[in-house]
């Protein structure tokens, strides 16, 4: 059986990015791989296909202490996915709920966490829901903010963005990524991935599969085929803008010092809140 290497990220901050590299360089495709075969290497955990088999009720009358119950059983099924790492996606904060964690421990090799300027997040999460971004930037506050248990997926707990990403950033095993400087310098931020899992990347074939998971190509699929992981309820395409600091022709002055108030000390940590 194989061990679990969460790839993990507060929402709308680059998990699906992540999961197509991953898939463009390991399977090597002639082709870019399908956005909506990113399943092929790596599971869902919040997934209500995989709680069914230990529990079969539909996955929105299950309570978030019902969930926490299933996840450490679900967890050891996706350990014979394969037979050596197996890459799990998670929005969830690592954090523990009804004395449960949400990543558990002893199936887990590693984690690689992408984290991206709240702001940025903000604007872009709340596009994707059609809340408003002041909403979005209250939700992002609250150290109780979750998603809800539904037919298709299971309850997450992501938290405020700040205890997301402490929770996560402060094992010091885990690979950090920023989004902002895999944008600005792919290839050295995917190669410390590749070696982060063990391999030393070739050049020929990173160039190949940054180029295969640039944002053109991923949008350009999902305007062609749909992305089937897209919610259907959202207000916007998944794939949207893909850049650095667009929050900056979107949020107000008073909307952009909210989120600095609320998350101020990690965004210095992170190199963010001097912008």
Same mark, same amino acid.
């Not at 160039?207 to 919610?231: D, N, S």
């Given at each position: 059986?194989?061990?679990l290497?969460?790839?993990?990220?507060?929402? *709308? +901050?680059?998990?699906?990015?992540?999961?197509?590299?991953?898939?463009?360089?390991?399977?090597?495709?002639?082709?870019?791989? +399908?956005?909506?075969?990113?399943?092929?290497?790596?599971?869902?955990?919040?997934?209500?296909?995989?709680?069914?088999?230990?529990?079969?009720?539909?996955?929105?009358?299950?309570?978030?202490?019902?969930?926490?119950?299933?996840?450490?059983?679900?967890?050891?099924?996706?350990?014979?996915?394969?037979?050596?790492?197996?890459?799990?996606?998670?929005?969830?904060?690592?954090?523990?709920?009804?004395?449960?964690?949400?990543?558990?421990?002893?199936?887990?090799?590693?984690?690689?966490?992408?984290?991206?300027?709240?702001?940025?997040?903000a604007?872009?999460?709340?596009?994707?829901?059609? *809340?408003?971004?002041?909403?979005t930037i209250?939700?992002?506050?609250?150290?109780?903010?979750?998603?809800?248990?539904?037919?298709?997926?299971?309850?997450?707990?992501? +938290?405020?963005?700040?205890?997301?990403?402490?929770?996560?950033?402060?094992n010091?095993?885990?690979?950090?990524?920023?989004?902002?400087?895999?944008?600005?310098?792919?290839?050295?931020?995917?190669?410390?991935?590749?070696?982060?899992?063990?391999?030393?990347?070739?050049?020929?074939?990173?160039?190949?599969?940054?180029?295969?998971?640039?944002?053109?190509?991923?949008?350009?699929?999902?305007?062609?085929?749909?992305?089937?992981?897209?919610?259907?309820?959202?207000? +916007?395409?998944?794939?949207?803008?893909?850049?650095?600091?667009?929050w900056?022709?979107?949020?107000?002055?008073?909307?952009?010092?909210?989120?600095?108030?609320?998350?101020?000390?990690?965004?210095?940590?992170?190199?963010?809140?001097?912008?």
């Open positions: 059986m194989g061990r290497v969460w790839l993990a990220s507060y929402p *709308k +901050s680059g998990n699906t990015w992540l999961r197509a590299f991953l898939h463009n360089y390991i399977n090597q495709p002639e082709t870019p791989y +399908s956005i909506n075969e990113l399943s092929d290497l790596s599971a869902v955990e919040c997934s209500a296909a995989l709680f069914r088999a230990h529990d079969n009720r539909p996955a929105a009358q299950l309570t978030p202490a019902e969930v926490q119950r299933l996840r450490p059983a679900v967890h050891r099924d996706l350990m014979k996915l394969h037979d050596d790492l197996v890459f799990v996606k998670t929005h969830n904060a690592n954090l523990a709920l009804h004395g449960v964690p949400f990543c558990t421990p002893e199936v887990t090799a590693g984690a690689v966490y992408v984290v991206r300027d709240p702001r940025d997040v604007v872009s999460y709340a596009a994707y829901t059609g *809340k408003s971004v002041d909403f209250d939700f992002m506050s609250r150290t109780g903010a979750a998603n809800r248990s539904t037919d298709v997926q299971v309850f997450e707990l992501l +938290s405020s963005w700040s205890a997301h990403v402490e929770s996560w950033t402060q010091r095993n885990h690979l950090v990524l920023r989004y902002e400087d895999l944008l600005a310098d792919p290839t050295r931020q995917f190669g410390k991935l590749v070696r982060y899992l063990g391999d030393d990347p070739n050049p020929a074939r990173l160039k190949r599969a940054i180029e295969f998971c640039g944002f053109e190509t991923l949008a350009a699929q999902e305007a062609r085929h749909g992305y089937a992981a897209h919610a259907p309820e959202a207000a +916007s395409a998944f794939f949207r803008v893909g850049r650095a600091g667009q900056r022709g979107v949020l107000t002055p008073a909307q952009a010092a909210r989120v600095l108030h609320d998350h101020g000390v990690i965004m210095a940590r992170l190199g963010y809140a001097e912008s």
